[in-house]
């Protein structure tokens, strides 16, 4: 087993992150200049300061939109790596990366106490940095960054749906929630839905199902057909960039799901905002790390 550089892992973070919240992936920046081409009215003035405050993130290296989120990160673990035993020392790597992003980019200080509502202003705090792990197969590790900003965040939903409403029930929910979200979470969104489990696994699936680019769509044909289903149906509403109306509402639908207990069928919607803000890296057997978005 090998011994997993630290130090070389949080240089590469630490831009990363930067990178994250100063531009934009490249299929959300396509998938937004491709809308502007089409739209009219108040939706192409929305997409049109969209695209100038992401020239201006890259141009000048500052965050596109003054909410850097809270730091999120889900690790896919390769269980041939020969890192694994090394796991452990992921969460002060994460945490000091996240407090050098917060002084150095900067970020915005976004973790306070539910109580207290103390400060600690590098952007950490108890179970943040937010880490999920979980094992796939090959030798890698994957770190993907999700600063998760609050107003989309906020538009999160959980439903427990009564299992006989079936996939009509899921996209009715679905389809209301666009509808009532109207402008709060930025569109257009990267829409994320979390299916089955239970609650708290609906959600999380809901959340990770994001980390996909716009446009990849569902290994699995009948989930990929649902995907697309719902992105048109969703823009058919013409909630509009930032709510103003017109086209488009959602960028992309991303779906992930669970096996589920035959009496509830949990639905969880996330919504990310038109910024779609992420990052990715990944540990090599071999020990380089590479940023990979």
């Known amino acids: 087993m090998g011994t997993m550089n630290t130090d070389r892992l949080t240089e590469k973070l630490v831009p990363a992150i ?48 003054q909410d850097t989120g809270v730091p999120t990160f889900f690790v896919e673990i390769g269980r041939s790596s020969p890192y694994v035993e090394d796991i452990g020392e992921l969460e002060s790597v994460f945490t000091n990366a996240v407090r050098r992003a917060s002084e150095e980019v900067p970020l915005r200080p976004n973790t306070v106490h539910p109580l207290t509502h103390d400060n600690p202003g590098d952007n950490t705090g108890r179970h943040v940095p937010y880490i999920d792990y979980h094992m796939a197969d090959g030798e890698d590790i994957t770190i993907h960054y999700l ?113 589920r207990h035959p009496a509830s069928f949990p639905v969880g919607i996330i919504p990310q905002c038109w910024c779609n803000r992420r990052a990715a890296v990944s540990i090599d057997p071999d020990g380089s790390v590479e940023v990979i978005e």
Do not use: F, W
């Open 18 to 65: 930067r990178d994250s919240v100063t531009s934009l992936p490249q299929p959300t920046a396509d998938a937004l200049r491709s809308a502007k081409e089409s739209a009219d009215g108040g939706a192409a003035v929305q997409l049109e300061a969209m695209l100038e405050a992401t020239d201006i993130g890259e141009r000048e290296a500052t965050p596109i939109c």
């Open 147 to 259: 600063p998760k900003g609050g107003g989309s965040e906020n538009m999160a939903q959980l439903t427990m749906m009564t299992p006989g409403r079936g996939i009509e029930g899921v996209k009715e929910l679905v389809l209301e929630r666009v509808a009532s979200m109207e402008g709060k979470p930025c569109p257009p969104t990267v829409l994320g839905i979390g299916i089955g489990g239970g609650a708290n696994i609906a959600m999380n699936l809901a959340k990770e199902s994001i980390l996909r680019p716009v446009g990849e769509r569902h290994e699995e044909p009948e989930i990929a057909e649902l995907e697309e289903e719902l992105t048109e149906k969703a823009n058919a509403l013409e909630v509009g960039p930032m709510g103003v109306g017109g086209q488009p509402t959602v960028l992309d639908v991303k779906i992930e799901y669970a096996h």
